[in-house]
C-alpha cells in the first residue's frame, strides 16, 4: 500500500487569498487544488495561474461537472488541469466525453460522490477507463456535526477493492487518519485545517507524519 498523496483545497473567494496559501504550502504537499468556490469566484484562469507556478505538481480543477463534459474539460485541461472533478449524478455520456478529452491531455476524471450513487455505477466508471473518485463528507453535513461513519468507511473499502483510487476529503485532521488505515487511500484532501493553521507548512508536515504511521510504502 503506497503512502496517501496529501492535497490542499483552494476554496477562497478571493484568488490572491488562495495563492498567498499555495505559496505557504507548497513545499509541504504534492496535489493543488483550484476548488469550486475559486473557481466560481474567479474563473479557471486560477488553474492557468497555479500551473505556472508550479509546474512539478498534480493540479485540480474541481468543477464537479454535470453537463457539458468535453466542453469544460477543454478549458480545465487545457488550463493545465491534471485532473477535473464531475459530479456523480451526471450522466455517464457526460463522464465519457470528459473523459475522452482528459484522455487528449495526459490527465484524468475524478467522480465526486455526493447523495445517491451505486457500485454499479462505480462498475460502470471503471468500464468507461475512469479510476478515481473522491470520497466527500460535504461542508454543510460536517458544519452539523456529522462524522465519519463505519458505513463510510465500508463504502470507502469496498470502492477500492473493486479498483477505484480513492480521494477522501470533508474536513480532514490529521487526527483522522488512523480511521482510513485499512483503506488504500490515493490522496487525502485538506482545507481550512492547513490553511488556517497557525504554521500551514507544519500542519502538512503533521499530515505526512500520520501518513507514514499508519500506511506503509
Known amino acids: 500500500m503506497a503512502l496517501p498523496l496529501l492535497q490542499i483545497a483552494l476554496d477562497d ?6 495563492l498567498s496559501t ?7 504537499v504534492d496535489i493543488i487544488e483550484a476548488g469550486t468556490i475559486l473557481c466560481v469566484s474567479e474563473g479557471v484562469r486560477t ?8 509546474k512539478d505538481k498534480i493540479i485540480v480543477c ?13 478549458k480545465a485541461f487545457g488550463a493545465g488541469a491534471s485532473y477535473m472533478t464531475v459530479i456523480c449524478a451526471a450522466p455517464i455520456a457526460t463522464m465519457v466525453a470528459a473523459r475522452q478529452v482528459a484522455d487528449d491531455n495526459g490527465g484524468e476524471i475524478q467522480i465526486e460522490l455526493f447523495g445517491s ?17 473522491i470520497y466527500h463528507r460535504g461542508r454543510d453535513a460536517e458544519r452539523s456535526g456529522v462524522s ?4 463510510d468507511l465500508d463504502k470507502m473499502k469496498r470502492l477500492s477493492d473493486l479498483g ?35 504554521d500551514p507548512l507544519q500542519a502538512c508536515n503533521e499530515f505526512k507524519e500520520k501518513f507514514r504511521e499508519y500506511f506503509k510504502a
Open 13 to 18: 473567494t478571493v484568488l490572491e487569498n488562495a
Open 148 to 151: 465519519w461513519s463505519s458505513e
Open 117 to 133: 450513487w451505486t457500485f454499479d455505477d462505480a462498475r460502470q466508471w471503471l468500464d468507461n477507463g475512469i479510476r478515481q473518485a
Open 22 to 28: 499555495a505559496k505557504a504550502v507548497a513545499d509541504g
Open 62 to 74: 474541481d468543477l464537479k461537472v454535470a453537463d457539458a463534459g468535453d466542453v469544460l474539460a477543454r
Open 164 to 198: 477505484i483510487e480513492l480521494s477522501v476529503t470533508g474536513g480532514i485532521k490529521p487526527q483522522d487518519i488512523h480511521l482510513f488505515k485499512d483503506i488504500n487511500v490515493k490522496a487525502f484532501i485538506a482545507g481550512r485545517s492547513i490553511a488556517r493553521a497557525a
Open 47 to 54: 488553474v492557468s495561474l497555479l500551473r505556472s507556478l508550479y
